[in-house]
């Protein structure tokens, strides 16, 4: 079980915007501590989309941005394409021993 | 331009061991935290531990302490991460991460270059 909690899949049309979801605990997300996002397509590297909740690296759209409300983070996705298909992954430092950083589960991203 | 190459598919049996490499170029590499990440098949990604380059510090995930060992050889820019005691849900793609500079706020950095991965198979 992760310690950073997403849905197992979300999905949408072409176009249309969804929106992944990344709870925490006061031990990572509600203790400041940044959250970022990858993208990882079958059979490659996981790739760095968000950082620091909201900021977007150099060449990563502007329909992707990041969000953070309390113990929870956001990505969200809009203007859909068939190329964003993909599993996403938060990610966060947490303050307990048993693993210093963490990743959520993953979203797998269907676009219909 | 930054590159972490890795060291290619490895089979092993249950209960050996296993070393995989990531080599460095295009930065400074003593400069840089790198971490390992494994991914499962079918599972999520998974922190293992880290190594600061400059000093040779290291922190392990818990549940692989024992087991994982992280070292680096900084001559040849290389980081490297063994595994011991291998079993059947060690079979996964391990990759080489490149973090921000060790002189930042480690907690908040993001795993910002990824090597291509390795894949392990332990059967």
């Known amino acids: 079980q992760s310690v950073l909690t997403q849905p197992p899949s979300v999905s949408g049309a072409p176009g249309q915007k969804v929106t992944i979801s990344c709870g925490g605990s006061r031990f990572n997300i509600g203790a400041d501590y940044d959250v970022h996002w990858y993208q990882v397509r079958p059979g490659t590297a996981p790739k760095l989309l968000i950082y620091g909740f909201h900021n977007r690296p150099a060449g990563v759209p502007d329909r992707f941005s990041g969000s953070k409300s309390g113990t929870s983070a956001s990505l969200a996705i809009t203007g859909l394409k068939a190329e964003d298909e993909a599993d996403y992954y938060c990610q966060a430092y947490d303050s307990r021993l048993s693993a210093n950083w963490v990743f959520g589960g993953g979203t797998k991203l269907t676009v219909l | 331009q930054v590159h972490l190459v890795q060291s290619g598919a490895e089979v092993r049996e249950p209960g050996a061991s296993v070393r995989v490499s990531c080599k460095g170029s295009?930065?400074?590499?003593?400069?840089?935290?790198i971490h390992w990440v494994r991914h499962a098949p079918g599972q999520g990604l998974e922190w293992m531990g880290r190594i600061n380059p400059s000093s040779g510090g290291t922190k392990t995930a818990q549940k692989f302490q024992g087991r994982v060992t992280v070292t680096r050889d900084t001559s040849t820019s290389t980081a490297y991460v063994e595994v011991s005691s291998l079993k059947s849900d060690d079979t996964a793609v391990y990759y080489c991460?490149?973090?921000?500079?060790?002189?930042?706020?480690?907690?908040?950095?993001?795993?910002?270059?990824w090597g291509q991965g390795t894949l392990v198979t332990v059967s």
């Open positions: 295009g930065f400074t590499f003593i400069d840089f935290y």
């Open positions: 991460v490149r973090a921000k500079e060790i002189w930042l706020l480690e907690s908040q950095g993001s795993f910002d270059y």
